[in-house]
């Protein structure tokens, strides 16, 4: 998994079976996170978020799971495709009224069809 | 729908140029961010503006100016690029009552 500072480490999956990519974050005041997608050449593209009020939060096909105890977020994909093959980071924000995020390096997900 | 549209999408530019980075959005959101994205260190913000009108510095400002003049555009500008300024630039918006960012597809700027 990642964590918001490190090297970017790479998840190489078999087509159909579950993803799941790691996230550890230092700020204990955040309390808003965001999972993105990016394909190679394009922008950051929005998958899903979670509140810090919450600790679990489903999608269509994707599950981001929430631990404020260790500073743990994860964002698991079902059914993985690969058309799911992409960086995936997660961000976070720390609150405040300047809405900016602090965003993690990233994990490779390769999908083996 | 367009979302953010930015320009060019890619360009080479030699040093000591100058170059003004085009963003627009039709999500009518009152924050606008830009974002440098290098190898190994991920997403850095350059400047920001929570409203028309505002702007501020982010993690790594210097070389580069914006304004904001109106809710929908947000230029960056570099006055005198460097070849350090190599990079893939993003624009974002957000919505401040969800923070969500949402991104455009991104601007390739060589400094030769």
């Known amino acids: 998994g990642e964590s918001v500072g490190l090297h970017l480490p790479t998840l190489s999956v078999q087509g159909g079976d579950n993803s799941i990519i790691n996230c550890a974050y230092s700020n204990s005041a955040s309390d808003y996170f965001i999972w993105y997608k990016q394909e190679s050449g394009k922008g950051p593209q929005f998958i899903i978020d979670?509140?810090?009020?919450?600790d679990k939060r489903q999608g269509q096909r994707v599950t981001v799971l929430l631990n404020k105890t260790v500073k743990h977020l994860s964002l698991q994909i079902a059914a993985t495709q690969p058309g799911d093959s992409a960086v995936y980071f997660c961000a976070e924000n720390s609150g405040g009224s300047n809405y900016k995020l602090t965003f993690g390096k990233g994990t490779l997900l390769t999908v083996n069809p | 729908t367009a979302g953010i549209t930015q320009a060019p999408t890619s360009q080479i530019l030699a040093a000591g140029r100058s170059m003004t980075l085009r963003c627009t959005q039709d999500m009518r959101h009152n924050a606008m961010y830009w974002y440098r994205q290098d190898l190994g260190l991920g997403l850095r913000l350059i400047h920001y503006?929570?409203?028309?009108?505002?702007?501020g510095k982010g993690e790594v400002p210097d070389g580069y100016s914006v304004s904001r003049a109106n809710t929908d555009d947000f230029p960056l500008t570099l006055a005198s690029a460097v070849p350090s300024q190599t990079s893939v630039y993003f624009c974002a918006a957000g919505s401040g009552h969800t923070d969500t960012q949402y991104f455009g597809p991104g601007t390739r700027l060589t400094v030769l």
């Open positions: 503006s929570n409203t028309a009108g505002t702007t």
């Open positions: 979670i509140r810090s009020n919450m």
